[in-house]
């Protein structure tokens, strides 16, 4: 990838469509009018409230990265989106249970002026819903072409310059990749086909991509990571992110596991369960849908403790997952975890966390990230997967020769030299020699 020669500005308005506006979704569109407001801080945000490193350390030089690249505004954004329920932003928000009166009050009128578009649904593949807010049509072809229009008209009735889709919606179920998948002529014909596996999330992508849309998933679904849409996103020019949002017990893997590594202290095993009652929870109730998930979870030790490189150390990892529904907790998803780790001469050791975390409240500052970064990589003229946004997913995509990344802070370099490297600055190794000569 080349480093852009210039970057378009941010002109004009940036439209942000989300399929699925249940608790994430309404969350993140409801703390952006409070930050525009000025009622609340955008904690949690890396685009609004993060510094950047420039040159040596002697320089002094560590400017808010909102004010070292050209980053959207906030106030930029209008949003809009899908869902299988026809309830208004605020009421999806109200009946989620995620902001409490004091915030959803301030923003009661803004959210009942954005309303779901029918949504591209099929029980087939998202078992525990069931909505009347959705499209009809013969093909799934039709359907994606539906999506298309609505993106246009979204486009021109909101007066959006430019716009970025982010998949808020639910994990469908497991996916393999198979032939349909290997070519763009192949994949549209599998939608004219209704072919099964062409699942609702990669109509989204579809339609996005065609519409010259940059796309992130925030589900551990297939979606974008088949060869018949990165394919389309190098034809049409545009920068795609993946996938599964990066919140909860997996971020705090991504934070624990590194250290462990670092120390060269052993793991035995990892036992981590949930349980959490939004609608998350209610769709992973099902076999299918949490397979989906359990695959990205369990994903991340094995690739940042690389147990061929270490067998003495991690060669025998227990690794457990386990989520539960428990309707009575709401969005304040519980993460328990056991750890039995090993340290000189093989002593054993334990680590017990217990995350009473709000995940909706951890999500939303990432669709902001993300909607911010993917429309600087667009206007920089960058293409394909976005490895540098890394950061934010549990399952992050890569270039097929590569290993993903998982390493929370290996990430966090990635990224910061990925927007250093876009600006022309010099990239930071962190080596310091010539301090000391």
């Not at 909101?158 to 763009?184: I, Y």
């Not at 609702?200 to 060869?227: C, H, K, R, W």
């Not at 993903?404 to 600055?425: A, S, V």
């Amino acid at each position: 990838m080349r480093r852009p020669v210039s970057i378009e500005p941010a002109k004009g308005k940036l439209g942000v469509l989300t399929p699925g506006m249940g608790a994430v979704s309404t969350t993140f569109m409801a703390g952006v009018e409070l930050i525009r407001q000025g009622a609340a801080p955008p904690v949690g945000s890396l685009t609004q409230m993060g510094t950047i490193r420039l040159g040596k350390r002697t320089e002094g030089r560590s400017p808010q990265i909102s004010g070292f690249v050209p980053l959207a505004k906030p106030e930029d954004l209008v949003f809009g989106g899908w869902d299988v329920f026809p309830d208004n932003a605020y009421e999806a928000a109200r009946k989620s249970g995620v902001l409490e009166h004091e915030h959803l009050g301030k923003v009661e009128k803004f959210l009942k002026g954005i309303r779901p578009m029918k949504a591209a649904f099929d029980r087939n593949y998202v078992k525990n819903l069931k909505g009347t807010n959705v499209k009809r049509g013969k093909t799934k072809f039709d359907l994606a072409e539906q999506l298309r229009e609505d993106i246009r008209t979204f486009k021109k009735n909101s007066g959006a310059d430019r716009l970025v889709m982010v998949w808020c919606g639910s994990t469908e179920t497991f996916l393999a990749p198979q032939a349909v998948h290997k070519s763009l002529k192949s994949f549209e014909r599998a939608m004219k086909e209704n072919h099964e596996a062409i699942a609702p999330s990669m109509l989204y992508a579809y339609a996005a991509m065609q519409e010259g849309v940059p796309f992130a998933n925030g589900a551990p679904n297939l979606t974008v990571d088949i060869p018949a849409m990165m394919q389309l996103a190098r034809d049409r020019a545009l920068p795609v992110g993946a996938k599964d949002f990066k919140t909860g017990q997996t971020l705090m893997k991504t934070i624990l596991a590194p250290g462990f590594k670092a120390r060269m202290l052993g793991l035995d095993g990892w036992f981590s369960t949930n349980i959490l009652g939004n609608r998350d929870g209610e769709v992973l109730d099902d076999p299918g849908s949490f397979k989906t998930k359990e695959e990205s979870k369990l994903s991340v030790l094995e690739y940042i403790l690389q147990p061929k490189l270490y067998p003495q150390l991690y060669g025998h990892i227990h690794h457990k997952v386990r989520i539960n529904y428990y309707p009575p907790r709401g969005d304040n998803k519980e993460g328990w975890d056991n750890i039995d780790i090993f340290g000189w001469l093989g002593y054993p050791m334990q680590i017990k966390v217990d995350f009473l975390c709000r995940d909706s409240i951890l999500a939303a500052p990432i669709v902001l990230d993300l909607v911010l970064f993917l429309d600087l990589a667009h206007r920089a003229g960058m293409k394909g997967i976005q490895e540098w946004l890394s950061f934010y997913f549990k399952s992050p995509m890569c270039a097929p020769e590569l290993y993903p990344e998982h390493d929370l802070f290996i990430q966090l370099m990635k990224l910061k030299n990925t927007l250093r490297w876009m600006m022309g600055e010099d990239l930071i190794t962190h080596l310091g020699a010539e301090y000391y000569d």
